[in-house]
Nanobody, 113 residues
C-alpha cells in the first residue's frame, strides 16, 4: 500500500515536502516515482528515482523538485520549491516508470497566487 502525505495550501514561490510510505518495503524496488493529476487530465509521472540513485524529472519541475528515497524507512519524498500555480494537483507515489495497478489516496497540493 502507498500512503502519501505532506500536501497543503502554499503561496506561489513557496515550498513543500511530500512523503510516501510504502508498506511492502522498497529496498528491492528498482524504480519509484511521484505522479500528479489535475482534474480532466491524465496522471503524469513527474519525478522518479532508481535503486542506484539515478533520477529523472519532467521538464516542468526540473530544477525545482527533488526526489529522494530512504530504503530503511521504506519511504520516498518529493521536495518542492519555487512552487507555481500550475503545480496545483493531487500528488501520488508509485512504482516508476510503470506504475502498479494500485494507488494511494494521494495528497492535494494547492498553490495560490
Amino acid at each position: 500500500q502507498l500512503a502519501e502525505s505532506g500536501g497543503g495550501l502554499v503561496q506561489r514561490g513557496g515550498s513543500l515536502t511530500l512523503s510516501c510510505a510504502v508498506s511492502m518495503g522498497i529496498a528491492n524496488i528498482y524504480g519509484l516515482g511521484w505522479y500528479r493529476q489535475v482534474p480532466g487530465k491524465q496522471r503524469e509521472l513527474i519525478a522518479s528515482m532508481t535503486l542506484s540513485g539515478e533520477t529523472h524529472y519532467q521538464d516542468s519541475v526540473k530544477g525545482r523538485f527533488t526526489i529522494a528515497r530512504d530504503n530503511a524507512k521504506s519511504s520516498i519524498y518529493l521536495q518542492m520549491r519555487d512552487l507555481k500555480t500550475e503545480d496545483t494537483a493531487v500528488y501520488y507515489c508509485n512504482f516508476a516508470p510503470n506504475a502498479a495497478a494500485f494507488w494511494g489516496q494521494g495528497t492535494q497540493v494547492t498553490v495560490s497566487s
